[in-house]
């Protein structure tokens, strides 16, 4: 499939993708829209750690401590200012900073893989354990008390830019989402696209020769973390908004590991499997805790280890893969089929004057 191919495929699934953010508030009840809310929130978080994981090379173990920096942001922020707008600005900074200062200890200080995964896991259970300690009223920021292990409650939700008083609706907080969701997608399709991407792809698949190229990979890869860190900051915000209510738990080591399945499952190294990975699971566990049959993250390991071991590469690489090896099969029968009209005796090409 050529370039032009591609971009007009992807142009075409992000038309169909604003038209169904569009018109699903219609066709939906309230109920069922603010889960697909929920879904698209948490479907941003997983495109964050889908770029710097898939297209990076940088595995974090501690993505939620962005989610849960950007979420905590968004509260104090939108307590105090009384207004979402500069809030969500401040949801995104906040962890991209935060991304920046702890990449430029990990990756300028030359530490390994391995020790980055430990690191940014602990890094999430410090935070978790900072923000659980802090119930007492001395933890105040502004007019917004932090709650310790109570969390913030009646966090304002979103409003219009800058009219505090106009307080968006279920259906327009699903417009928003949905639409951050697109954004973002569309965002890492251009950066990938870009000169920058590029670089950061090369890096992933060999420093050494990005180096010898002129390259820096320590800076490479912190441009790739901090613009994670800023995605799932973003996350973060949206979460918040939809349960009017932050507290602790967003730093959770198991959501931290639910996004790794996500990724395995919709496909490392894309965009689009992520975020099907990402509604697939939320789906189900949504379903397994309505009817309380059976235990979440028990069918969630199931769920992993029969992916890893049938389909290692993850739902949308498995299926490239069948699509690319249907084609050409299909491709190979056409011209066998062509071959054999324009010979049908199968004589072949005789030298000229040959009896």
């Not at 962005?66 to 105090?80: D, Q, S, V």
């Not at 907080?173 to 870009?194: D, E, K, N």
């Not at 490239?320 to 062509?338: A, E, I, N, V």
Request: charged share 10%.
């Amino acid at each position: 499939m050529s370039d032009m191919q591609t971009i007009i495929l992807q142009s075409i699934a992000v038309l169909a993708a604003v038209v169904i953010v569009a018109i699903l508030p219609s066709h939906m009840d309230l109920f069922a829209l603010m889960q697909v809310t929920l879904f698209a929130a948490m479907g941003v978080l997983s495109l964050s750690l889908a770029f710097i994981w898939g297209f990076g090379g940088i595995l974090s173990f501690g993505q939620t401590a962005f989610f849960g920096l950007g979420g905590y942001a968004y509260a104090i922020a939108a307590i105090n200012f009384g207004d979402s707008t500069n809030a969500i600005l401040l949801a995104v900074l906040v962890p991209a900073l935060f991304a920046g200062a702890l990449g430029y200890f990990v990756f300028y200080g030359r530490i390994s893989e391995v020790y980055l995964g430990v690191i940014t896991l602990t890094v999430t259970l410090v935070l978790f354990n900072v923000v659980n300690s802090t119930s007492s009223d001395a933890y105040t920021i502004g007019t917004a008390r932090l709650g310790g292990f109570n969390g913030i409650p009646a966090v304002p939700t979103f409003n219009m830019p800058y009219q505090p008083e106009q307080i968006l609706s279920p259906e327009a907080s699903w417009w928003v989402t949905g639409g951050a969701l697109i954004a973002v997608y569309c965002l890492m399709r251009l950066v990938l696209a870009s000169p920058f991407g590029r670089v950061a792809v090369a890096v992933r698949e060999n420093e050494t020769r990005a180096a010898l190229l002129g390259y820096d990979p320590r800076l490479v890869k912190l441009g790739v973390f901090v613009l994670g860190g800023a995605i799932a900051g973003l996350a973060g915000a949206l979460y918040v908004n939809w349960g009017a209510f932050v507290g602790p738990t967003i730093f959770s080591l198991s959501l931290s590991a639910e996004i790794i399945i996500w990724i395995t499952i919709g496909g490392l190294g894309t965009l689009i499997g992520p975020i099907l990975g990402c509604f697939l699971i939320q789906y189900l566990v949504s379903q397994i805790g309505s009817q309380q049959t059976f235990n979440a993250n028990l069918v969630l390991g199931i769920i992993l280890v029969a992916f890893v071991l049938l389909l290692p590469k993850g739902i949308v690489p498995t299926l490239r893969d069948g699509l690319s090896g249907l084609r050409h099969r299909l491709g190979s029968r056409s011209r066998s089929k062509t071959a054999a009209l324009a010979d049908p005796q199968g004589l072949g090409a005789r030298p000229l004057g040959a009896k």
